[in-house]
């Protein structure tokens, strides 16, 4: 099994994305064509029912 620092040199591996060197941590990007400040403070349930199946394993 190659070393964290030999795996935070490479890519990440297309089938993982970014995922942690432990694999119980990962990141995604959220941009918006707007300023989230400009919008009603429900849109966040929005984002939260988007990104829930990403919660599980």
Known sequence: MPSPQARADRAPDPDTGPLSTDG???YSTV???VQPSTLD???LDGVDQAVRPLSRP
């Open 41 to 43: 403070p429900s849109y």
């Open 31 to 33: 941009r918006f064509s």
């Open 24 to 26: 119980k941590t990962a």
